[in-house]
């Protein structure tokens, strides 16, 4: 094998790596939000990132038989409006469900799970039993060819920029508006804050309406890389998981330090390795590393 | 904060456990025999139980016996003018079955809820459609055919509590059945006990063989055997990429594949690989790929994780252009989640595509359609299902009777000339004798058949391969 091919095989690796650390924080971002500022496990969260996949799925189908001509262009307002279908979604579990459930966090894990199943067979019943496929733009599919031997998938560049995207906006709005200080002062004293006169049952909302929102976000990105089924939710949620708690959770930097750490990790070893065993090392390390440090791996005293 | 972040950090690390037990929980049930299951990190199987929704709203709302007037037949079948009179139900059946002097009751089972109803729809389908033909033609000996629809919900102990409640309360004279092995090893038992009789539609592993049991579907060896030479002999291929989904039915396919490259077609595996069921991220495999350069890649992988596969191949720049790709486990139910312009040019192993051109094939997608809705695809199992009814028919027609084991003695050797796939005959071992159809696909979801073996005899052990 030549060096050129090495080279471009370490390029390519080394995007997969990357493209995987997107993928997982993405997934782990709404989450992250729920968890760290409300303490909600929202076990659903595989569920409002189908709800933002089939959005772009409905999308598609109504650009196709209504005005076919937009199919190149009606993918990013598709996946805006899947952000507001999924926070206005959440927004009504939170209302309905949730904040009856604060004092309860048990309770709230068995809910959502208990909603997970219900949204799962909803879509099952109302939309199709079956898997469906929104049409992508031209510009999503395929390859992007930067040199003759060097493939970098375009949806991967997609998500990439879409990441970067939404983690600058959630860190502007946690840490630099108005309603991100409202949100850290009830997270860190909500009785405190009430009395300095800020509603926190809306802030209560409104975080779990982002956090939904995100993950819809999420849901409708990855119609370019995965499926859109009942179930497809349920394929995430473990790693989504996995990236939160090993981040240390109501930390943006450790949910993305980790996603980092798991993505290269998983992407190397799957590489070298075979899939399976791949897995097995990474889940090793983190449990061993869970064990050391049970806070995860970014609880620093000092807040970011 | 510190404090509760910690607390939280635990609950949640609890969450974890319980969302991981779950999917391993899953996984372990799939592993111990599930064919071709999309079901992946669901957690707790039995939960599903409880979901009561239909599958197919609109459709399985309508009633199989009164939609038997509209129904369309198969091409050259008369109304058959044998009076139930004529075969006195004292005679025609002594073990107590649903039999009365002007029906006959038959059991579907399959999952219309949870993770496995997006595949069995299709069977359910077929095999009420199937039905409603029989009936209009006149039914079985005289006799109606009723039917008992039970959900299986995706859980096998479920399919084993429904198969008992089937044969033992309803005393139905025969089931239509089960999807993944684990559902189909999960009955089994209950038909042995209670002398049932199952017809069982799926693709599957091979390495079974039961008397209360008839497969429609193809056994492993029918299905890669000849797909294997197809390719060796079409595109001079050589060296081979095997990948799968990590549980029986793609390790016992695999294995097979393997044995036949290296012994009979004296070529290579350049590399082999399992990916988790549910795995979203190829990236890296696709990467180990590229650097072996594989004139074939052979895939089955499933569920999920095959969108994922197929949409982040076509991005990687990997397509029909630069590269050979046989697969088992892509039928036109699947192309649906995957999007035909991720498979364009790629190759599938099935015994049947909707786009066959025999005159039976198109009569029974027109019948299909006609029952289901223009949009139905047809998938090689939804054909395997329809065939269940037919086969029955045919050996209780030869048999005289509905006793099940006079069925079963006069099954071998019952040829369905009718079949959508052309031509099949039962076998002595109660697989089917089939021919393998390499279908090229293209960009509508549909499959050019490019390739069609002679009748392959099912071999469900064998030798030489294990």
């Not at chain 1, 507001?84 to 799970?113: Q, S």
């Not at chain 1, 219900?118 to 469906?132: L, T, Y």
């Not at chain 2, 989904?245 to 097979?256: E, G």
């Amino acid at each position: 094998m030549s060096l050129n091919e090495i080279g471009s095989m370490v390029a390519m690796q080394g995007f997969s790596g990357l493209s995987l650390f997107t993928v997982l924080l993405l997934m782990a971002l709404g989450l992250a939000i729920i968890f760290g500022q409300m303490g909600v496990i929202n076990m659903a969260h595989g569920e409002f990132m189908a709800i933002g996949a089939y959005t772009v799925y409905l999308c598609s189908q109504l650009t196709q038989n209504f005005a076919p001509g937009l199919r190149e262009v009606y993918f990013v307002p598709a996946v805006v409006v899947a952000f507001f279908v999924a926070a206005a979604v959440g927004y009504a579990v939170e209302v309905l469900l949730i904040r009856r459930l604060y004092k309860r966090p048990l309770d709230t894990l068995l809910a959502t799970w208990g909603l997970s199943l219900a949204m799962q067979q909803f879509f099952r019943s109302f939309i199709n039993p079956k898997e469906v496929s929104a049409e992508l733009p031209e510009w999503l599919l395929g390859a992007f060819n930067p040199t003759p031997s060097i493939q970098v998938p375009k949806n991967g560049i997609f998500v990439m920029g879409l990441t970067i995207l939404v983690s600058a906006g959630v860190y502007l709005l946690m840490l630099r508006s108005r309603w991100g200080i409202r949100i850290r002062a009830t997270t860190q004293n909500r009785i405190m804050s009430s009395a300095v006169g800020i509603n926190t049952d809306r802030v209560d909302r409104f975080t779990f309406a982002l956090g939904c929102g995100i993950a819809g976000l999420a849901g409708a990105a990855f119609t370019t890389i995965g499926s859109t089924g009942p179930t497809s939710g349920s394929l995430y949620i473990v790693d989504t998981f996995l990236v939160v708690v090993f981040g240390g959770a109501a930390n943006l930097i450790g949910t993305i330090a980790s996603a980092f750490s798991i993505a290269q990790a998983q992407s190397l070893l799957e590489f070298f390795l075979t899939s399976a065993m791949a897995k097995v090392l990474t889940l090793l390390t983190i449990i061993i590393i869970l064990m050391i440090r049970p806070q995860g791996l970014f609880t620093t005293k000092v807040r970011t | 904060m510190q404090l509760v972040s910690t607390h939280r950090n635990r609950a949640l690390r609890g969450a974890l456990a319980l969302v991981t037990s779950g999917a391993l929980l899953c996984a372990a049930a799939t592993l111990s025999g599930c064919n071709k299951s999309s079901a992946a990190a669901t957690g707790d199987p039995g939960a599903s139980k409880t979901e009561k929704l239909s599958a197919a709203p609109a459709a399985t709302e309508r009633s199989t016996e009164a939609s038997g007037a509209a129904v369309l037949t198969p091409p050259g079948l008369e109304k058959s003018t044998a009076k139930a009179s004529d075969f006195p139900t004292a005679k025609i059946m002594t073990t107590g079955l649903k039999v009365d002097d002007d029906s006959v009751t038959v059991g579907i089972l399959h999952s219309t809820t949870g993770t496995m109803a997006i595949s069995e729809t299709g069977s359910v389908q077929a095999e009420k459609l199937a039905i409603a033909q029989i009936n209009a033609l006149g039914g079985i000996l005289g006799r109606q055919i009723k039917v008992i629809q039970e959900d299986g919900a995706s859980d096998w102990p479920t399919f084993a509590e429904k198969a008992r409640k089937l044969l033992v309360n309803d005393k139905v004279a025969a089931v239509m059945g089960c999807w993944t092995s684990a559902s189909r090893k999960a009955v089994l038992p209950v038909f042995e006990k209670e002398n049932g009789l199952l017809y069982y539609p799926t693709f599957y592993e091979g390495l079974e063989q039961s008397k209360n049991v008839f497969y429609t579907g193809q056994e492993a060896t029918q299905q890669i055997l000849a797909s294997l030479d197809w390719v060796n002999k079409e595109k001079k291929a050589k060296s081979f990429y095997l990948i799968g989904s990590d549980y029986i039915w793609p390790r016992t396919s695999m294995k097979i594949a393997r044995k036949h490259i290296e012994n009979v077609l004296k070529g290579t595996v350049v590399g082999e690989e399992f990916a988790p069921l549910g795995n979203t991220q190829f990236g890296s495999i696709i990467n180990k790929i590229k650097l072996k350069k594989p004139d074939v890649i052979f895939a089955a992988v499933v569920g999920g994780s095959n969108v994922a596969w197929f949409k982040q191949l076509n991005a990687a720049g990997v397509t029909a252009a630069n590269q050979t790709l046989l697969t088992i486990s892509v039928t036109e139910d699947e192309v649906l989640g995957i999007g035909g312009e991720n498979l364009v040019g790629f190759f599938s192993s099935m015994k049947y595509f909707q786009s066959l051109d025999n005159p039976n094939n198109k009569s029974f997608v027109e019948a299909f359609k006609k029952m289901w809705g223009e949009k139905s695809v047809i998938g090689d199992v939804t054909q395997a299902g329809y065939l269940g009814p037919w086969i029955w028919k045919a050996a209780v027609e030869k048999a005289g009777s509905f006793d099940v084991d006079k069925v079963v003695a006069a099954s071998p050797g019952i040829e369905i000339k009718i079949a959508p796939e052309g031509y099949v005959k039962v076998h002595e071992n109660h697989h089917l004798w089939s021919k393998a159809r390499i279908g090229k696909a293209k960009a509508d979801g549909q499959f050019e058949v490019v390739h069609e073996s002679d009748l392959i005899e099912p071999n469900p052990f064998p030798k030489g391969y294990q």
